[in-house]
C-alpha cells in the first residue's frame, strides 16, 4: 500500500472503534449501522489484499533468475564438452549446431533460451554412445533436461503470479475508493448529531482528518 492508503486504513479503523463504543450516537444516525457494517467489510477486503500484495514479486523473479542461470549453466556445460567432441572429430557441421557462448545465452530471450537448449539436447542425445569420455552420459543429459523442463514449465506460472500482484493493486484502489464512498455517507450522518453529541462530533472530526482525497468537502 502507499503511505496514503496505510493512512486510510488506520482511519478507517479507528472510525469503526468509534462508532462501536458509541452505540447510542450510532442509533441516531439513520443509516449508522449498515454504514458501519460495509466499513468493517472494506476494511477486511482491503487488509486481506494487502498481505497478498505485501508478498511481492521479489521471491517470483528470484525464483525465475535461478531457473534462468541454472539452464544457461548446464546449456553451457553441455555446450563445451560437445564441441570438444566435435572438434576432435572434425565435425563442423556438429559444431556449427553445438557452439555458444555465456555472453550470447544471456541475451536470448526466454523462449530463445529453452528452443537454443532443445535443439542442443536433442543433437546431443544422438551421439550419447561417443560423448562418455567428455563427461555426457544419460544422467548430465537427464539433468539437463530437467532444467529445460524446469525453466519452461515455471514461467507460465511466474507469469500468472506477477500478473495476480499486479491485479491485487488494481483491486486495492477499489476496494479504497468503496471505503471512501462509505466515509462520504458517514460525514453527512454525522452531521445529523452535531448537536445532541459535541465531544462525539469533535473525536470523529479529528480522527478523519487524513481524509485529504475525499471528493466531500471535510468536516
Known amino acids: 500500500m502507499t503511505n496514503l492508503q496505510t493512512q486510510k486504513l488506520r482511519m478507517y479503523l479507528t472510525v ?24 468493517e467489510t472494506q476494511i477486511q477486503l ?18 525465475k533468475s535461478v531457473l534462468r542461470t541454472t539452464l544457461i549453466a548446464n546449456t553451457l556445460d553441455t555446450s563445451h564438452k560437445m564441441q570438444a567432441y566435435a572438434a576432435f572429430v572434425k565435425d563442423s557441421a556438429l559444431l556449427g549446431k553445438v557452439e555458444t557462448n555465456e555472453t550470447d545465452l544471456k541475451r536470448l530471450s526466454e523462449e530463445e533460451l529453452i528452443v537454443f537448449a532443445k535443439s542442443l539436447y536433442a543433437t546431443t542425445n544422438l551421439y550419447l554412445s561417443k560423448t562418455a569420455a567428455y563427461g555426457i552420459t544419460d544422467k548430465t543429459q537427464a539433468t539437463f533436461l530437467s532444467g529445460i523442463n524446469g525453466f519452461e514449465e515455471g514461467l507460465p506460472q511466474i507469469r500468472k503470479e506477477k500478473q495476480d500482484q499486479k491485479n491485487i493493486t488494481v483491486l486495492l484502489v477499489d476496494e479504497f475508493d468503496a471505503a471512501d464512498g462509505v466515509m462520504d455517507q458517514l460525514n453527512l450522518q454525522v452531521e445529523l448529531v452535531k448537536e445532541a453529541y459535541p465531544q ?13 482525497t475525499f471528493k466531500t468537502v471535510p468536516l
Request: proline content about 4%; cysteine-free; charged content about 15%.
Open 200 to 212: 462525539f462530533y469533535a473525536d470523529y472530526k479529528q480522527l478523519t482528518k487524513v481524509r485529504v
Open 16 to 39: 469503526q472503534v468509534l462508532l462501536k463504543a458509541n452505540p447510542d450516537v450510532l442509533a441516531k444516525m439513520p443509516n449508522g449501522a449498515e454504514l458501519l457494517a460495509q466499513l
Open 46 to 63: 482491503i487488509q486481506s489484499n494487502n498481505v497478498l500484495q505485501q508478498q511481492g514479486t521479489s521471491a517470483l523473479t528470484q525464483q
